[in-house]
């Protein structure tokens, strides 16, 4: 006599129900906090003004429009998170982060605290504050689906090894962008340097705990794909969580010391002031 097998929970419509509603409240080790105020307490943090609050799994991406004067922390949990992240005016999109001008226009090809994030516009998009890592790379751009297949074996969005360009396609389209729109994007906490001969050394991480914060200078749509650097030279994929988190704050000032730091800055923020005002932006 062969012992019946119990139906399953959910080969029903209720059973279904059931079980999903079950799940609400249950903690995931990557997903973000929904309202981000119910983050637990994180020193240097109100949680009160937080509004974005998420931890991207390696491999992972994430999006968000956030207000002009938003300040933006971003934490490499483990040690070998690597945040490739672009910036699009939020109102009109087609301004975006131009990687090039960035170290350009400012004469340094290093993003440390300081550092403006400029947009083919001549624009500030967001300032870097502050940087506790020194691991970061301005030149590289994200990985790619052919780079990653060659490597890995698979550089799809859902497969095991995801390549960062395919992760902004996806975080792109859902905020009405396609891969024409996406420029190359600065990377942080896995570093690059470059030789006097203009050859480039992928020196890695800082350490676990390390972290950089961005204050938006303004309205912006902000993607991240969590994935591994292009030039990682070791053999398998290496990519941890990455901590998000996004406050309300106050945006740049004439009295900031960052908007007087260089000629270039400062003609860089009397540009998006002007912006600013012709669209009756505070």
């Known amino acids: 006599m062969t012992a019946e097998t119990a139906p399953s929970t959910t080969s029903t419509t209720a059973g279904a129900r059931a079980h999903a509603r079950a799940q609400e409240g249950t903690l ?14 994180t020193a240097g943090v109100d949680t009160d003004r937080l509004v974005w609050a998420e931890t991207v799994a390696g491999g992972g991406y994430t999006h968000r429009v956030l207000a002009r004067g938003t300040t933006l922390r971003l934490t490499d ?46 624009r500030v998009l967001a300032t870097v504050v502050a940087d506790s890592s020194g691991r970061h790379d301005t030149i590289f751009g994200t990985s790619t689906a052919m780079r990653n297949t060659a490597r890995y074996g698979d550089g799809a969005a859902q497969g095991p090894t995801p390549a960062g360009r395919e992760l902004f396609a996806l975080a792109g389209a859902k905020n009405g962008l396609g891969r024409r729109d996406l420029p190359p994007s600065v990377s942080y906490f896995q570093g690059v340097t470059v030789d006097d001969d203009g050859r480039p050394r992928f020196t890695g991480s800082a350490a676990a705990g390390a972290s950089v914060t961005l204050r938006t200078e303004m309205p912006v749509i902000v993607l991240i794909a969590n994935t591994a650097h292009p030039l990682d030279d070791r053999p398998d994929y290496a990519s941890t969580a990455l901590e998000v988190l996004a406050w309300t704050d106050t945006a740049t000032t004439p009295a900031d010391p960052l908007w007087n730091a260089s000629p270039e800055g400062r003609r860089a923020f009397v540009n998006t002031a002007d912006y600013l005002t012709a669209r009756g932006l505070k």
């Open 77 to 122: 949990l483990a040690g070998d998170a690597c945040a490739h992240v672009l910036l699009f005016n939020a109102d009109q999109p087609f301004e975006r982060l131009n990687v090039a001008d960035t170290v350009k226009v400012q004469w340094q090809v290093y993003a440390a605290a300081g550092q403006l994030l400029l947009s083919d516009q001549g």
């Open 28 to 41: 995931v080790e990557a997903a973000p906090a929904r309202p981000a105020s119910a983050w637990p307490a």
